[in-house]
């Protein structure tokens, strides 16, 4: 994906295996979403919407709109609060509600070398897009075998939660390059000093 000047590529992040869960990691290490130009960005990364659509009608309401669905997906996703208090029904209820509206209808158009590409008709709404990932979240909050793959990294202070479909279900990071580098960074360093030490 190609971000220009709205933020730095390794910002961004695509590898959780949801959407859903694409929408919490915005919040690591630090908030992503708080500019409508970062939020686009993060719109067509994410395929919400196929590249080059525009979302110059996007204005200041859209990040707090993805942002208040993030919350609440935190809440069903972490279960903090616990399943049956009034947060986490709350959060299911508002999630629920906000699937209902129609996600963006894509069709197939011929490109410009005549293989069909996804195109929309017309630039989405933000309860459009917004539906999109409630609904993703409610496919994988009811699907029994995703569930067992949702997995916290291990790495230090990170919460992303991520799908684990690696053979044997033994993925530990939520990104080998990101939080596995660094724990084999820490590791190394470890290492040195004990024989320094010794």
């Known amino acids: 994906m190609a971000l220009g000047t709205v933020t730095a590529p390794h910002e961004l992040r695509f590898d959780t295996g949801r959407i859903c869960l694409d929408l919490l990691a915005t919040t690591h290490p630090e908030e992503r979403l708080g500019s409508v130009d970062v939020l686009s960005a993060w719109i067509t990364g994410s ?26 997906l935190a809440r069903l996703v972490r279960g903090r609060p616990a399943p049956g208090s ?36 017309e630039p989405p709404g933000c309860a459009a897009l917004l539906a999109a990932i409630a ?47 660094r724990e084999r960074v820490a590791r190394h360093r470890r290492r040195a000093a004990a024989l320094t030490r010794a």
């Open 47 to 72: 395929g919400l919407v196929p590249a080059g659509t525009p979302l110059t009608h996007a204005d200041g309401a859209w990040p707090v709109a993805f942002r208040e669905l993030r919350g609440h």
């Open 86 to 121: 009034a947060a986490y029904g709350l959060a299911l209820t508002r999630v629920n509600e906000i699937a209902r509206a129609a996600p963006p209808a894509p069709c197939a158009v011929p490109g410009d070398d005549g293989t069909l590409v996804r195109r929309l008709e």
């Open 135 to 181: 609904r993703d979240a409610v496919d994988l909050l009811t699907d029994p075998h995703a569930r067992a793959c949702l997995r916290q990294c291990e790495g230090d202070n990170c919460p992303i939660v991520y799908l684990d479909t690696s053979r044997g279900r033994r993925r530990r990071w939520c990104s080998s390059e990101v939080c596995g580098n």
